[in-house]
């Protein structure tokens, strides 16, 4: 009898809990359940953005700036940031590892959306719609994935491009527990390029605008410019470039107050691309690294990196681009190391904190949201690539017949 009675335990043990594997959270739906609806979409999109927006984090914006020649630590400066300024970084330091964790996240959202792109009920009104939706995620994947190829591989040259592991694990479909080892770097820009020209196709009827919140034909077009100048696809760089530039959008600042107002309001022309930010959807912070107020009048800095002579010397006193990029702290108002400096100090600009942002009156918390891109940066891809033959090789191609 005992050992029936055992039986019987261990039998109504496994009854219930076969019963408890069929059962789902409360507050969460199965894959399957959480994306139906085009409403569902929407909420996905808006999401997927988010996440998109978390790919820009203060190791790859502040380090971008930091790793370059222009800027100098100085003294007692806390060593913020100081293995990236210094090159000396790892896989298992903080800001590569949330670097790389955040654009596969957003790679992960993505590829969840597409998934389910054959199974959300879709009226023909909400069609249009649609389509932009999905040229939107294909861009974010493509971007994603290009912005760890620029972190995590080797420059672009054709005669290693195809040799096993110089490029980046690539995953395209919604696996979490897909572990893909890294492909070749001719197979990641095949990657990023095909995201693209999809993206590009259902986004066709979505024209830009000057400070977009919003991926658009324009912003599609922006990144082809930078991915194949990367490559070295010159022609087709100068083309993309090119395009924008006489499209007529977006006009270059024409003065210091132009420009300072991109960089403080986060609002320009120039602008192709700018993440919404508002003071519910806060971007990082990353100005407190070069300027860092004081006191309430703002008349007293703490940096912790300033621009090198070099970069300073690079602008004459005639450049308005001097007066927006650099501030100069005038005698004795520049603490480093706990003294003050006798003589003017320059300090960089460029995140002076945008004052809509502020969620204390009058004082800055040095956020900016990200301008993704600029057409300032499609005249520099344009003259690069022309440098490297591609105006001469497309003025010829159009050259009328008989010249």
């Known amino acids: 009898m005992k050992k029936i009675a055992i039986l019987i335990a261990a039998a109504c043990t ?19 359940q959480a994306l139906q ?70 790679i992960g959202n993505v590829n969840f959306v597409l998934s389910q792109k054959d199974v959300i009920a879709v009226e023909e009104s909400e069609k249009a719609e649609f389509n932009a939706i999905m040229g939107e995620m294909y861009f974010m994947r493509a971007m994603s994935h290009f912005m760890l190829i620029e ?15 110089t490029g980046i694990p690539l995953i395209t479909a919604f696996n979490p527990q897909e572990m893909p080892s890294r492909a070749t770097l001719e197979e990641s820009y095949a990657c990023v390029l095909a995201d693209l020209d999809e993206a ?27 991915v194949n100048l990367q490559k070295h696809n010159y022609s087709e760089a100068y083309k993309k470039a090119t395009s924008l530039i006489n499209g007529g959008n977006y006009k270059l600042a024409s003065s210091a ?21 508002s003071l519910t959807e806060q971007p990082t912070a990353f100005g407190g690294q070069f300027v860092t107020d004081q006191n309430s009048n703002n008349d007293w800095y703490k940096p912790q990196y300033i621009p090198s002579q070099t970069c300073v010397d690079m602008f004459d ?11 100069v702290a005038s005698d004795e ?20 904190g945008n004052p809509d942002l502020q969620t204390t009156a009058g004082v800055k918390n040095y956020r900016n949201a ?34």
């Not at 972190?151 to 491009?161: E, I, L, P, Q, R």
Request: proline share 2%; glycine share 6%; hydrophobic share 40%.
């Open 370 to 403: 990200h301008k993704v891109f600029r057409i300032a940066e499609m005249y520099l891809i344009a003259a690069e690539a022309a440098a490297n033959g591609a105006g001469i090789y497309l003025y010829r191609y159009h050259e009328p017949a008989g010249r």
């Open 151 to 165: 972190k995590f591989c080797a420059n672009y040259d054709a005669s290693t491009a195809n040799k096993e592991y």
């Open 200 to 226: 590009a196709k259902l986004l066709a009827s979505v024209s830009g605008s000057a400070n977009s919140n919003l991926i658009t034909i324009d912003v599609v077009t922006a990144l082809q410019a930078r």
């Open 257 to 277: 107050e132009e420009l300072k107002n991109i960089f403080t309001y986060d609002q320009g022309d120039e602008i192709i691309f700018v993440f919404y930010s």
């Open 317 to 327: 006193e005639a450049d308005y681009r001097k007066e927006a990029y650099f501030l």
């Open 14 to 32: 496994l009854s219930f809990t076969a019963c408890e594997l069929d059962m789902f959270p409360e507050d969460k739906l199965v894959n399957e």
């Open 333 to 352: 108002t520049c603490e480093i190391k706990g003294s003050m400096i006798a003589t003017p100090v320059y300090l960089m600009n460029k995140f002076p």
């Open 37 to 106: 609806t085009f409403s569902d979409l929407q909420k996905f999109e808006v999401g997927t953005y988010a996440a998109f927006r978390g790919n820009f984090t203060d190791g790859y914006v502040v380090g971008a700036e930091l790793m370059g020649d222009y800027v100098n630590a100085v003294a007692g400066f806390g060593n913020n940031y100081g293995g990236l300024h210094r090159w000396d970084y790892d896989h298992e330091d903080y800001d590569v590892i949330d670097f790389w964790t955040a654009c596969y996240y957003t």
